[in-house]
Every structure is written in C-alpha cells, then in structure tokens.
C-alpha cells in the first residue's frame, strides 16, 4: 500500500488549507486513518484520526475546532481541511495508517505517506 499526501504550501497566518492523502494499492475502507505532523526540531506529534465510516473523530487539543479530518471511500482519499492556521501550525505533514495500540503515538501506524511541508506565515 502506498500514501501519498498533498495539498501543503504557502499560506497567511488566519487563512485555510486543505490536505489530501490518496491511497493506492489498497482500499482505505476499514481503516483507522490519521494524521501527524512533525516540525523541524521536534518530534512527530499527533493531529487526528478517524474512524473508517467517519463516526468518531479524535483531535489534539491544539487543533480541536480548527481542523477537520474526513475521507472519501470511494475516492481513497484522507482529508484535513484546517483553518485559521497559525504559524505553530508550521510542520511537515503525514498521513497515515493505524495499526495497533495507542491512536495518539505515531508508533502505532504502520504505513506513511511521504508528508508534505504545510508554512504558515505571520
């Protein structure tokens, strides 16, 4: 199974960005999906994750009511749609596929997409 993340670039400080996570090789349905990111000199932290039919999302507190993580199905497709972005929300950004244990601990993901470099400016 491949990942592969896009969307990431540029953007002011209050604007919207939204990502995207396409899978190949395998479905995404019934899986636990999430999302990370990791800024430069820090280590990988968790954003959110969802559910494989979307019923029950989970956010770090630092970005709950900013961020909305979805999926698409059909398209194979993860999504974080994040707004307001702050310059802390500069990071490379993952996706990728839950495996076992603790949702929040990148350890527990097994495949990865390639991350893609999400800038905020102030």
């Known amino acids: 199974v491949q990942l592969q993340a896009s969307g990431g670039g540029l953007v002011q400080a209050g604007g919207s960005q939204r990502l995207s996570c396409a899978a190949s090789?395998?479905?995404?349905?019934?899986?636990?999906m999430g999302w990370f990111r990791q800024a430069l000199g820090k280590e990988r932290e968790f954003v959110a994750a969802?559910?494989?039919?979307?019923?029950?999302?989970h956010y770090a507190d630092s970005v709950r009511g900013r961020f909305t993580i979805s999926r698409d199905n059909a398209k194979n497709t993860l999504y974080l749609q994040m707004n307001n972005l702050q310059p802390e929300d500069t990071a490379v950004y993952y996706c990728?596929?839950?495996?076992?244990?603790?949702?929040?601990?990148?350890?527990?993901?097994?495949?990865w997409g390639q991350g893609t470099q999400v800038t905020v400016s102030s």
């Open positions: 990728a596929r839950y495996s076992r244990g603790s949702f929040i601990d990148p350890r527990a993901y097994d495949y």
């Open positions: 090789g395998r479905t995404l349905r019934n899986w636990f």
């Open positions: 969802t559910t494989w039919n979307d019923d029950n999302a």
